[in-house]
């Protein structure tokens, strides 16, 4: 019987080892989406225990525990670390064939060294020897990533973000470039609430006044050409799909002057707003040679009662089954016929979408440039061995996949960074399958480079890193 989680998980055949040991595990990582907190690197933060490292804003984790019956109270509550960190791992056990079981213990070998798998029977040590690691200094935050050999980070932050801790973390002579993405989704909220309120911030950030659409726009430039002068190199939306409706620029004036008198908008009115926006956002980082990417598909905030008390990204969002194809193509579409269509990135949460985005992505492809528009790695509910092993095997049969920029943790943890080999072992099982099976030919020197390429190559050179 194969051991679990030793030095050739995931690897099936020889040649599948030979491509990650020789080629892949000692490749740097480039980052390009997560939701790291640039302050806690700026200010060289170390975790205080081993809780509010990995436990601390983890939805995944908390959906796990809530289905194993945990009180909200050891996930979101005022329960002590300690009490918290308990109910993990009397959760862990219960998480076999889920990705949360491989990642907490890779977690734990990788960054801690604790090979012992999480139980309650091991809950107690665990949390004492990697809490009691966790004060040195080579594990603050700067460290961490560090042992993870990464590179570049590229962060999630809205337009009105002031970018303090970017500057601070620029000044220093940190061994890693931490750039910000450009993150509009909030700007484009005509129909919540919070949206005039969001207007008012933006109208700080870009010190003027905003009392026309045009104003609007004025602001959101500014704000982008702002990044830009602070090395943002991404953008990126989150989106249940792209918009791409007709307007006219009329139309969106007034729909705007609507929304700051708080006049209820159609349904037709929000989408023109919407698509209006996007279009420009996209305009803008044609202009700079940005990458801009699309996360579409997530249906959010299923639990009105669970929002309301526990406010968003709190583990109650799901997969949604909204329409993509034909607005996708719409709006790359205009982009590409205006000669305005930078490189870009569409991502799927769907898997009933994955060879409508493999060949979506295939039809702006013009040779400008090696896989200019990509689609991106599984994301999400798809980012586990299953949603992987599939993505490689859609964008294999209708793209390239020597052309793939790889993997993105897409993550709020400082401790994910294993999800970037678990990628890499599931890639080179993959190819190494094939080559064994005689479907890939026995040239480990040339897979080996494709491997690399996937692995650190293909985004350093596909960002302009």
């Given at each position: 019987m194969k051991p679990f989680l030793d030095a050739d998980f995931l690897l099936q055949s020889a040649s599948a080892r030979r491509l990650y040991h020789d080629f892949a595990a000692d490749q740097p990582i480039i980052d390009y989406h997560n939701h790291l907190s640039p302050q806690l690197i700026a200010e060289y933060h170390r975790f205080a225990n081993l809780t509010e490292a990995w436990l601390d804003g983890d939805h995944y984790k908390w959906r796990a525990m809530r289905t194993h019956g945990v009180n909200e109270r050891y996930c979101t509550g005022d329960a002590t670390p300690?009490?918290?960190?308990?109910?993990?791992?009397?959760t862990v056990p219960y998480t076999?064939?889920?990705?949360?079981?491989?990642w907490t213990h890779l977690e734990l070998q990788r960054y801690f060294g604790i090979h012992e798998l999480l139980s309650p029977k091991t809950a107690i040590t665990t949390y004492q020897s990697a809490t009691e690691r966790l004060q040195l200094p080579e594990f603050s935050v700067r460290n961490l990533l560090l042992k993870m050999n990464v590179r570049v980070l590229c962060t999630t932050d809205d337009p009105?973000?002031?970018l303090v801790f970017?500057?601070?973390?620029?000044n220093d002579a940190f061994g890693i470039k931490v750039l910000p993405g450009f993150r509009p989704d909030n700007a484009l909220a005509v129909d919540t609430p919070a949206f005039l309120g969001y207007?008012?911030?933006l109208e700080k950030a870009a010190d003027m006044a905003i009392t026309r659409f045009d104003h609007y726009l004025d602001a959101l430039k500014?704000?982008?050409?702002?990044?830009a002068a602070h090395g943002c190199r991404v953008s990126d939306h989150g989106l249940e799909q792209l918009y791409a409706e007709p307007y006219t620029d009329a139309e969106v004036a007034a729909i705007f002057e609507k929304a700051l008198k708080q006049i209820s908008l159609s349904t037709q009115e929000v989408l023109q707003f919407k698509s209006a926006l996007l279009y420009y956002f996209a305009l803008w980082d044609w202009e700079k040679g940005w990458v801009q990417q699309f996360h579409l598909g997530p249906m959010r905030n299923n639990n009105a009662r669970m929002l309301a008390s526990l406010g968003k990204d709190t583990g109650w969002d799901s997969i949604g089954d909204f329409p993509q194809g034909r607005s996708l193509s719409r709006f790359l579409d205009r982009l590409d016929t205006e000669n305005h269509l930078t490189k870009t990135i569409i991502y799927n949460l769907n898997p009933r979408d994955n060879a409508l985005f493999a060949t979506m992505a295939g039809n702006f492809n013009?040779?400008?440039?090696?896989?200019?528009?990509?689609?991106g790695a599984a994301w999400w509910f798809m980012d586990q061995q299953h949603g992987m092993e599939e993505h490689l095997r859609v964008l294999s049969s209708m793209g390239l996949v020597s052309h793939f920029v790889g993997m993105l943790t897409d993550s709020r943890s400082f401790l994910s960074f294993p999800r970037h080999e678990y990628f890499r072992r599931l890639l080179c099982n993959f190819l190494g399958n094939d080559m064994e099976n005689g479907l890939l030919p026995n040239d480990p020197a040339w897979i080996g480079k494709v491997v690399k390429d996937i692995c650190y190559e293909n985004a350093k050179g596909y960002f302009g890193f």
């Open positions: 300690e009490e918290k960190f308990a109910q993990w791992a009397e076999l064939q889920n990705p949360l079981f491989h009105i973000d002031s970017h500057k601070q973390i620029a207007v008012q911030s500014s704000r982008h050409d702002y990044f013009d040779g400008s440039s090696a896989a200019k528009v990509q689609w």
